[in-house]
């Protein structure tokens, strides 16, 4: 029986891919932060489809709440796939950025994978077998005006995916990226939408739904040969 890891699970597209993995055999092992109230709804949800639900709540970017949270757990048991979908945005303008506001995103978005990724990597390589998958956007593949921070912390997780994948691939460990574009969730809530949609070639924005499969396929035995990749699902606004 597998385990998935899904950090950040509580809403929006990590819910999505907590409720996808479970469907197609998955016990899940859910993180929240600042949600407990939702992270049960999905457990509640999870465990309606057979499957197991295990909640864990820290904040990914403190090392040792992170360490102490999934160390010893990983290490009796590890998860077969980890999908690291923890985000905040705190959107400005570069000139008027805070510090807080850099060191919050960059914290949470990209010392967390850092963070979640020590406490796991071990157990995973003894075991030689396993899927990782982070979350990035399109933000980090393309940048975009307002989001300086946010597109350094997305665009620094490609290049830990990439090298990451390079050090486990011979281990049996694939590692990839997920770049969503413009998806219909809270953190999207605020966005002209009307401004947008002429940018995308398919002339909508996309659903959780669309990440969650894409993420599912990943850690799937359907494939074995994709790693080290970054995978678009943004209707074709990053070609």
Known sequence: MKTALVIGGSRGIG????????????????????SPDAAEDVKTEVEALGRSCELFGFDVGDFEATQTALADRCEKEPPYAVVYNAGIARDNLMLWMSREEWGDVLKTNLDGFFNVTKAVLFPMLAK???RIVAISSTSGQIGQAGQVNYSAAKAGLIGAVKALAREVGRKNILVNVVA??????????????????????????????????????LCSDEQNYIHGQV???NGGLAM
């Open 15 to 34: 819910h999505a891919i907590a409720l996808e993995l479970s469907k197609t055999g998955f016990d899940i092992w859910l993180t929240y932060n600042s």
């Open 128 to 130: 030689k077998e396993g």
């Open 180 to 217: 969503p574009g413009v998806i219909d969730t809270e953190m999207t809530d605020h966005l002209p939408v009307e401004k947008i949609l002429p940018l995308i070639p398919v002339n909508r924005t996309g659903i959780a739904q669309d990440v969650a499969a894409t993420v599912r396929f």
């Open 231 to 233: 995978i678009g699902v």
